[in-house]
T-cell receptor, first 114, second 113 residues
């Protein structure tokens, strides 16, 4: 019940296209859902995050869509660019719990072709 | 520009040797996390500290791994004895006590021969 399932494992998108990565969770106590972006040789870095009181959050070309009833959330990258090529991790945590431990998905390797 | 720092960045050692990895969290952060990343297992949480006290080390092999925070500016992860299966990238991350964001360091790439 602590797992966060992420798909697809890898994704190839043409420049200018839309990249979509999906995640699902089981624990209804989760109340914080961040996405992290990791470039080769670097540590993951927070990209965008959402709380379950909203269904969508947009920051530039990046949008999180959240479906509380389905226990799913997704990352959309509009107008994908070669510079977006990286590994993306979804995560979830119970912020109101005793710890702010993040449960990470398995990652999606995105390649944006020029 | 506040950052988490980790040393060494790369480490090659032979099986059976002790390995010590160090992390300096962002000043003012009081939660520290150790992760291990491999192709097969992805990001695994090894241990977690709040205010220097260990809160969760359930992800860590107890017989060979140990994690400590000697002071607020230093976290260490030790492997003794090291084994080839320990080869991975080890990340340290820190966060504010009531914040959700974890800030990751650049990682230590460990190769055990």
């Amino acid at each position: 019940q602590q797992q966060v399932k992420q798909s697809p494992q890898s994704l190839i998108v043409q420049k200018g296209g839309i990249s979509i990565i999906n995640c699902a969770y089981e624990n209804t106590a989760f109340d914080y859902f961040p996405w992290y972006q990791q470039f080769p040789g670097k540590g993951p870095a927070l990209l965008i995050a959402i709380r379950p009181d909203v269904s969508e959050k947009k920051e530039g070309r990046f949008t999180i869509s959240f479906n509380k009833s389905a226990k799913q959330f997704s990352l959309h990258i509009m107008d994908s660019q070669p510079g977006d090529s990286a590994t993306y991790f979804c995560a979830a945590s119970n912020y109101g719990g005793a710890t702010n431990k993040l449960i990470f998905g398995t990652g999606t390797l995105l390649a944006v072709q020029p | 520009d506040a950052r988490v720092t980790q040393t060494p960045r790369d480490k090659v050692t032979e099986m059976g040797q002790e390995v010590t990895m160090r992390c300096q969290p962002i000043l003012g952060h009081n939660t520290v996390f150790w992760y291990r990343q491999t192709m097969m297992q992805g990001l695994e949480l090894l241990a977690y500290f709040r205010n220097r006290a260990p809160l969760d080390d359930s992800g860590m092999p107890k017989d060979r791994f140990s994690a400590e925070m000697p002071d607020a500016t230093l976290a260490t992860l030790k492997i003794q004895p090291s084994e080839p299966r320990d080869s991975a990238v080890y990340f340290c991350a820190s966060g504010a006590d009531l914040g959700e964001t974890q800030y990751f360091g650049p990682g230590t790439r460990l190769l055990v021969l």
